[in-house]
């Protein structure tokens, strides 16, 4: 009997942990992916925020899988499927595949407002996260060529809009950007003056935590002059405010800033609308594909669906939430699949989520981590989280890249990947107006003096 043929779209957590399970299997792998690395998405704050550099993040998806001999990597956009012949489709070229792993993620999601993305970057890829520094650094690079901060509050007010993880670790990374790296490198405007706001639909912060870590986290981002908003909804966002409205009171609240950043949710990946409308499934309200508790497509045992673009209940009829532990798990799962009919055994059981917990990182040395049978915060909570990320890391040279790098940031507070790439000229308004008003150059001599 010839080999099965198993393509897997996608080589982020999920895909990439199919493929690597398969590893001793008796089957020939194509793994398809539009990028030729995995990406380690839990540390993009990081590279948004000067703390590491791109590469400390991702690792080529062919040097991971160099020594595996049954996987073939192809880099390409998966634009379409044939289900009748058993093929997706690349542009023109077909790849066929008998076991068809769906494991494409998700994107940022504007909850039905996609004019915001040009205003409110989303914090998804690589280049997001460079955006996003771009626009930070930028900001106060515009400051002090305009001169005097006073004048110009916005260009130095950051709101962040989404209080979960990502939400409450950009926030802590850019005050202490600004309110410690930062602090000696500018002469006409002082970057401790930047104001940090965290807006958050619900009560608390992290809302999948319990109450007593979402308040801790709060109380370490005050400390750290976060100004936090609970129950404020984001109304309208423009190049120079951003409109809220209190879900209580329903009073509105202005907020004048140059930088708007998008936490808020994430949406299935585009690919899932092909799939689903080929099958003839509807998508759920996130975008994502309803899968049966074996992964697989109703009707279709060969076609499974993994990580985040996959919408699956636990044993409580609880949906499974969208984190890489859930992607993980289900591609080791759909690989025991496999592999059981390969040796044309049986392996029937349901896939069970064994949840180990979640934790956020608040800044230098502060973190929440909550283990479901163990809550706690502070610094031993920061290693734990430490820990973790570092272990997670694919690469092992990664490792001990982003292990020296944060000691460095550690013990010096520095940031060193703090580069400006892209458009520097982030306020061309601003700067014409710096043109007409003042001279900074001889703001800052005239202060020397
Ligand atoms: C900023 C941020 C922080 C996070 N922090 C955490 C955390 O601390 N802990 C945690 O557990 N989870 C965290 N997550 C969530 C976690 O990263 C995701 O749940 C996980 O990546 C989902 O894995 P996946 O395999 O489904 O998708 P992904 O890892 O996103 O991989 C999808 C892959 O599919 C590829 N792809 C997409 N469409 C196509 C196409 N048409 N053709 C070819 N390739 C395609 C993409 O290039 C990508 O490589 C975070 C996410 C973000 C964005």
Known sequence: MSRLKIVVVGGGFGGLNAVASLRKCNVDITLIDRRNFHLFQPLLYQVATGGLSPANIASPLRSILSRQKNALVLLGEVTGFDI????????????PFDILIVAAGSQTSYLGHPEWEKLAPGLKSIEDATEIRRRVLTAFETAEKLGDNNKYPSLMTFVIVGGGPTGVELAGAISELAHTTLRNDFRNINPEHTRIILVEGHEYLLPNMPVKLSENAKASLQKMKVEVLNKHRVQEIHSDHV????????????????????????????????????????LDRGGRIPVQNDCTIAGHPDIFVIGDLAAMTNEVGKPLPGVAQVAMQQGHYVAQKIRAKVDQKSFDPPFHYFDKG?????????????????????WFAWVAWLFVHITYLIQFQNRILVMSQWAWNYFTRNRSARLITGDAAQHPQLIAQLSEKTDPLADSQAKNQ
Request: aromatic letters at 4%; proline letters at 3%; charged letters at 20%.
């Open 243 to 282: 409109l809220l409205e209190n879900s209580l009171t329903h009073e509105k609240h202005r907020i004048d800033t140059n930088n708007i950043i998008w936490a808020a949710g994430v949406h299935g990946a585009p690919i899932g609308e092909k799939l689903a409308k080929d099958l003839g499934i509807t």
């Open 84 to 95: 009748p012949n058993k093929q997706i489709l690349i542009q023109e070229t077909r790849v």
């Open 358 to 378: 979640n934790m956020a990182t608040i800044g230098r040395a502060k973190a929440v981590v909550d283990m479901h049978w163990i809550q706690f915060s502070g």
